[in-house]
């Protein structure tokens, strides 16, 4: 029995030692236990290794089955909560604010640059969410707060014990649920006044047009190159704003891509993706807990800034932020001349 749980030990801390998601972890630990049983039908009675790791066969089967069921009920529990997170109705709203919205926006509305007819542009908006971890977290957190009216968010992840320490809308009661339903409850729990649309699949080419064709304003936090041309690539053709941002260990950078007014795309400013070896994701490289948040709060303040009018986007610039040393620097950027996405299509109206 010792012999056996110090393997399993070593095996969980060499799976924390690499990162590994807790379904390898518990994967390892499930090979270990049937590697045992096997040992103990196949060796004779007495043998050593049999008497060293427990002796009898049934009482690991017993273990086995015990640890099944534990699995088999968090699955199930998991998938309720995924069914009941997945039934949100559409938000039957009135022709004006209601004197609770008026009151929960009242700090907005004051504003000169948001006011009455800002909070109902936000009300009106649809902005979709590609990527519910890191810096989707609290972009979906604020936009919901701030009182956008219809917010699609997709993702196609579980919630993981690792992501809690810096994607704070998933709580740890919903380890093993879709990250999208656990954000679209904890979104309608903070404000009922908003529609929360979760799509629990991957962003992919099959679906990415008719998807973004649903929305104003789109999101970008995703966390490979792949899926940020994509996005990109879609949002051009239909004319689509788009916020993207991306991070690793202790900076992070957000820009707002335009084409129709004037800025660069994606693709202008990042043309070709770089070597795997040199942008690590952060399982490999490691990421602070709070850059997410800062740079998640910062997409929907651009956000709110575009669909509200007020101020002055990032078009045209590409902002920095270098948390280890609190410094932040401003990038001009220009469309590209020989961009195949953006140039040629008559998109840019003053550059």
Same mark, same amino acid.
Request: aromatic residues 6%.
């Given at each position: ?114 006011? @009455?007819?800002?909070?109902? *542009?936000? %009300?009106?908006?649809?902005?979709? &969410?590609?990527? +519910?971890? !890191?810096?989707?977290?609290? =972009? ?80 970008? @936090?995703?966390?490979?190159? *792949?899926? %940020?041309?994509?996005?990109?690539? &879609?949002?051009? +053709?239909? !004319?689509?704003?788009?916020? =993207? ?98 140039? !040629? ?7």
């Amino acid at each position: 029995m010792i012999m056996v749980g110090s393997m399993a030990a070593a095996l969980w801390g060499i799976g924390i030692a690499m990162n590994a998601p807790y379904a390898a972890r518990w994967t390892m630990i499930v090979i270990l236990l049937v590697a045992v049983v096997m040992l103990h039908l196949i060796l004779p009675a007495g043998h050593a290794l049999r008497m060293a790791t427990g002796g009898d066969a049934r009482l690991w089967g017993v273990i086995i089955s015990f640890g099944f069921m534990i699995w088999g009920y968090r699955r199930v529990l998991g998938g309720l909560r995924a069914r009941a997170a997945a039934e949100v109705k559409p938000v039957a709203r009135s022709a004006t604010f209601s004197e609770t919205e008026l009151d929960r926006y009242a700090r907005h509305i004051i504003l000169r640059e948001v006011g @009455g007819p800002g909070q109902k *542009a936000l %009300r009106d908006a649809k902005v979709l &969410v590609v990527g +519910a971890g !890191g810096l989707g977290a609290p =972009a979906l957190q604020y936009l919901a707060a701030a009182g956008v009216g219809t917010i699609g968010v997709i993702d196609d992840d579980l919630v993981e014990n690792a992501n809690l320490q810096r994607q704070v809308i998933h709580r740890d009661a919903d380890i093993g649920m879709p990250k999208v339903h656990s954000a679209a409850a904890a979104m309608t729990a903070q404000n009922p006044f908003v529609e929360v649309r979760p799509y629990h699949r991957r962003f992919s080419e099959d679906i990415a047009t008719d998807l973004l064709a649903d929305y104003d304003l789109i999101l970008d @936090g995703t966390d490979n190159f *792949a899926t %940020r041309y994509l996005v990109n690539r &879609v949002a051009v +053709a239909q !004319g689509k704003p788009l916020v =993207a941002a991306a991070l690793t260990q202790w900076e992070g950078q957000i820009s707002l891509y335009d084409p129709t007014q004037g800025t660069p795309c994606y693709e202008c400013i990042f043309p070709d993706a770089p070597d795997p070896a040199l942008v690590p994701s952060c399982a490999e490289a490691g990421v602070i807990g709070p850059l997410p948040g800062v740079i998640g709060a910062m997409m929907a303040v651009e956000a709110v800034k575009k669909i509200t009018g007020a101020g002055m986007g990032l078009g045209r610039r590409l902002l920095i932020y270098d948390a280890l040393y609190a410094e932040t620097r401003t990038i001009k950027i220009a469309p590209r001349a020989d961009c195949a996405i953006c140039q !040629g299509k008559g998109l840019h109206t003053d550059g």
